[in-house]
């Protein structure tokens, strides 16, 4: 089976009932941890590169590792430009093979997110075979390639734009701001409840309001949660039991993001839990074996630990195992 687009899996979803994992990745690790566990829950996924990725590992490197994933496993995958920033970026990955893109103008006014989603989904229509194209409305806080967002700057989508939104450009799925972010600190201590026998932070619920007015706006159309990982506190646990200095990392609970994935959220986006999920393994290894030095051991247990985590996302959070 070649690569495929988002449309068809997409559609499955939304009646079924369930999201699709969007996993982050920078190296040939995060690809089969990613697609080996996917495998193992016969789940369709989707890997998605951001240009920080391209700059790391080179595009050429990614798309072939992401083929060779095809190739290995026979499944589903959509290969998927996370956060393009400019027609360029689009147009580079849509010419060099990847079967999904987004275009995040999230941060420019209404109009121009329009004009320049339409001019992206006009190319990405017209290639054969069809790209999709995901857009972004409203902002997220966080940090993602090179842009800052302070907290208290974000601003949720308006559910009033949608509609307007999604027939001007023809956008195939749309990603909105519901209270997510992006990275492994997504709440300040004091937007957040502590745990008195943990001290762990709670964080403030999602605003599921703003997400059930999107979608009766927009039946049957997909909705993608960006800044979706949940931080889970194993993994900060085993990085600051092994030398580590993550201090009040906290995310968003998984149980907001299954029922998420119950309704017309279709996409769900991952990454910095994969990162806390290798540095923890990598760490865990280090410490245990400090006469180690060759970089497949300790890897490896970075690759495994990731590769438990996905398994983990897509059979607890995602919904996702066995709908191939
Ligand atoms: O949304 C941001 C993703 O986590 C990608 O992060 O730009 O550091 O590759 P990156
Ligand atoms: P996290 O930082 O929550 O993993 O979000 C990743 C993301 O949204 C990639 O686009
Ligand atoms: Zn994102």
Redo the contacts with the bound molecule.
Sequence with gaps: MPLVNSKELFEKAYKEGYAIG?F?CNNMEIVQAITEAAKECNSPVIL?V?AGARKYAKPIYLRKMVEAAVEDTGLPIVLHL??GADFEICKDCIDGGFTSV?IDASSKPFEENIALTRKVVEYAHAHKPYVTVEAELGT?A?I?DDVKVEHGAESYTKPEQVEEFVRRTGVDSLAIAIG?????Y?FKPEQCTRDPKTGVLCPPPLRFDILEEVSKRLPGFPIV?????SVNQEYVKIINENGGALVDAV??PEEQLRKASTMAVCKI???????LAMTAGIREHMVAHPDHFDPRQYIGDGRKYVKDLVKHKITEVLGSSNKI
């Design positions: 969007a982050n998605q951001s996370d956060h987004m997220l966080g993602e997510t972010s992006h990275g492994a997504k949660l960006h800044g979706s990982s995310g968003v986006n991952i990454d910095s839990d994969l990162r």
